[in-house]
């Protein structure tokens, strides 16, 4: 499994990136994909993820309302529109991947899932 994320960069306050996620090398169907984030002396945050299965999302509050996930079967590749940025948005976000009951755990995304991304750095300047 290979998950190559794209789209980070600088912007402003207020304005929008869209990630993307380019996935390869998936054996099995039943998975879910999800963006998490580390900003710097801070615990990797679990952002938004999607299903595979049913196409079901999630959003952590933080972005509720501003992000938006989404997947191009056909592109195999899963974006993150993020909208109305804010400075705490910087962060390094990666993509992830795993057997779909497994991204989730307590409510949050889990942390611990099998494959990663090597992410791509989102700086929102006031």
């Known amino acids: 499994v290979q998950l190559v994320e794209s789209g980070g960069g600088l912007v402003q306050a207020g304005g929008s990136l869209r990630l993307s996620c380019a996935l390869s090398g998936f054996t099995f169907v039943d998975y879910a994909i999800g963006w998490f984030r580390q900003a710097p002396g801070k615990e990797r945050e679990g952002v938004s993820c999607i299903s595979n299965v049913d196409g079901s999302t999630y959003y952590a509050d933080s972005v509720l309302g501003r992000f938006t996930i989404s997947k191009d079967s056909a592109k195999n590749t899963v974006y993150l529109q993020m909208n109305s940025l804010k400075p705490e948005d910087t962060a390094v976000y990666y993509c992830?991947?795993?057997?779909?009951?497994?991204?989730?755990?307590?409510?949050?995304?889990?942390?611990?899932?099998?494959?990663w991304g090597q992410g791509t750095q989102v700086t929102v300047s006031s």
């Open positions: 992830a991947a795993d057997f779909a009951p497994y991204m989730r755990l307590g409510g949050r995304l889990n942390n611990g899932v099998a494959y």
